[in-house]
């Protein structure tokens, strides 16, 4: 098998990722997000896909494009963020959507790609999310479809935690800064919020990078992913690297 993990596009990255797929996406907000692999996703055409992410995008955009399609039928994510749709969907009964902690989700991914089959958490202990009933689903008329279940509460060291499953999906879409041919990468700043975790949970796992070097050229040190839990990197043209959105924008009058 070939180190150079590189391919020719972003079509040819998502092509056989089929309809009923579970996906991590990485990113925090706008930051980090595999904008050129969801748009190939989305003219790919594969639907009834669960999506794992802190959050899905804003409308117009990025997952928000999936989610408007109607090609989104689950959602495990923190919150809900800015997306309009992404609320009226869930509120009108047309979404299922799985809240979770912001810290347990990605540690829920991270322990995925480790291997970890569970953990327990002080997160949530006394709350709906250790004790269920916590809407996933509604009817259109605001009724609830369907509840999350009681999870299994410990002790450990005198402190009360609950017990959280760990998710593996079948792809993972992320974005990074610099990635070597061999799938080695390195993010910038916020872009690693998810993004690492999201990659070690996929089977499949898919990078687009900003920028590709040569194996060899990023020190050990530098690694933020090893290139073991990637499988396949499309490399952006420059003009593609420099769409970095702002999810919102907010300026003062400069000072003399």
């Not at 409308?59 to 090609?71: N, V, Y």
């Not at 259109?140 to 450990?156: I, M, Q």
């Not at 990468?185 to 920028?211: K, Q």
Request: hydrophobic share 45%; proline share 5%.
């Amino acid at each position: 098998m070939s180190l150079d993990k590189v391919v020719a596009s972003a079509a040819d990255a998502v092509a056989d990722i089929p309809s009923g797929a579970v996906l991590a996406v990485g990113g925090f907000g706008l930051a980090g997000i595999p904008w050129f692999l969801l748009d190939a996703l989305l003219d790919q055409g594969a639907d009834d896909l669960t999506v794992v992410s802190n959050n899905c995008g804003v409308d117009g955009a990025g997952l928000g494009l999936l989610l408007e399609r109607g090609r989104i039928s689950r959602v495990i994510a923190s919150y809900v963020g800015e997306n309009k749709e992404f609320a009226r969907q869930y509120l009108g009964g047309e979404l299922t959507v799985e809240l979770t902690p912001q810290g347990t989700l990605a540690e829920r991914l991270r322990a995925g790609g480790a291997g970890i089959g569970a953990f327990y958490t002080p997160t949530g202990v006394g709350t709906p999310v250790a004790e269920g009933g916590l809407p996933w689903r509604y009817h259109p008329d605001g009724s609830v479809a369907l509840a999350s279940a009681p999870k299994e509460v410990r002790t450990f060291h005198g402190r009360e935690m609950v017990l959280e499953e760990s998710i593996v999906t079948d792809v993972a879409l992320v974005r990074a800064a610099v990635v070597d041919r061999a799938g080695n990468c390195v993010f910038h700043a916020s872009a690693r919020n998810f993004n690492p975790a999201a990659a070690m949970a996929g089977r499949l796992t898919i990078v687009e990078a900003e920028s590709v070097v040569e194996v060899g050229e990023l020190g050990p040190d530098d690694v933020h992913l090893p290139g073991v839990f990637v499988q396949r990197v499309v490399e952006l043209t420059p003009e593609q690297a420099s769409r970095k959105d702002v999810e919102k924008r907010t300026t003062r009058a400069r000072t003399s």
